[in-house]
């Protein structure tokens, strides 16, 4: 009985009498009760009540029930409640309506309270676990919060270290080339928790933009002059041609913008064969993009609309390579931040196209 009494039921109902006739249908089972006149008054509960379903009428004055279940599964808060409508209307077109409407069940006036009961029941399971599912998700979230937190101070040590012998001019050429391994492998680790970070703040929303005046034209050459060298230990040519007309300049976060394109050369570089091409292509026809086309092993057609997802593991076409992680995760929040657009399609006959589309 003390699980049932901590289950809250929103009776939302115009008429006195079909409230109470259903809070002592349910009364047997111990649940706690609330009462709604009407959609206001329900809207006005939920915020303060932790509502573990509701039932709800059709027809009530000013805002009827389906539009009050619209709203209630538009709401983040309060789309994943259980919503039982109750209503006199029976028909194929009603039942129709109410499912359209996001309604999880559906029963007909008069009630019979075995049957409501045994609903109500039903719905408590669904609301249970999916709260038992948010729950443990957020204990992952937490947990590898606390992990990515409490592994920057020993890399931050290892990249100071790994700094400091890199520039001990008593060290042999080997031991030089060996720590400078361990020096740019600990800045790819760094460079993977920021993005964790940074991609946590986006999803919460705690992630602002600061735009400036920023000159794509330099900012691109200077992400390619970073990545040149790496390019060049492949034998990778790596080019960037200014377009002939001017690029107004554009208002971005510099910082985010820089590493989202560091992010897109970056994987071109590392998915490429040696002796290839990557182009790097701003334009400015109907919006201002930017291509990243490389040569590479390609991304399969059916994986360029869910490459962006989070950890998504894809297997580059014929090459036995599979290619995860968060850095294409990272650049589809930063665009959508910047209300643009990023997107991949194949290069012809062989590689992949990677577009990023800025705002007007």
Known sequence: MSTQLQN???????TATVRET????LYPAGYKILLAENAQQALNILPNEPVDVILLDVMMPDIDGLTLCRQLKAHPQWQHIPIIIITALNSRQDLIAALEAGTDEFLTKPVNGIELRARVRSMLRLKHQFDELQRALKLRE?????????MRSPLMAIM?????????????????EDIGVIHRLANQVNSFINDLLLIAKMEANKLGINPSSVDLVQLITKVQ??????AQSKNIKLTFTPPPETIAPQMVDANLIERVIDNLISNAVKYSPK?????LRLQNETHLQLQVIDEGYGIPPEHHGTIFNKFE????????ITQTGLGLTFCKLV?????????VKSNVPKGSIFTITFNP
């Open 225 to 230: 002059t970073g990545q040149n060298i790496i």
């Open 8 to 14: 809250t039921i929103l009776i939302v109902d115009d």
């Open 142 to 150: 937490d947990l590898s919060h606390m992990i990515v937190h409490d």
């Open 160 to 176: 100071g270290f790994s700094q400091m012998m890199k520039d001990d001019t008593n060290l042999t050429a080997s031991q030089t």
């Open 335 to 343: 665009m959508d931040a910047h209300e643009g657009d990023i997107s």
């Open 22 to 25: 259903l809070e002592s249908l």
């Open 313 to 320: 593991i894809v297997n580059l076409r014929n090459e036995g």
């Open 275 to 279: 002796n290839s091409t990557i182009t």
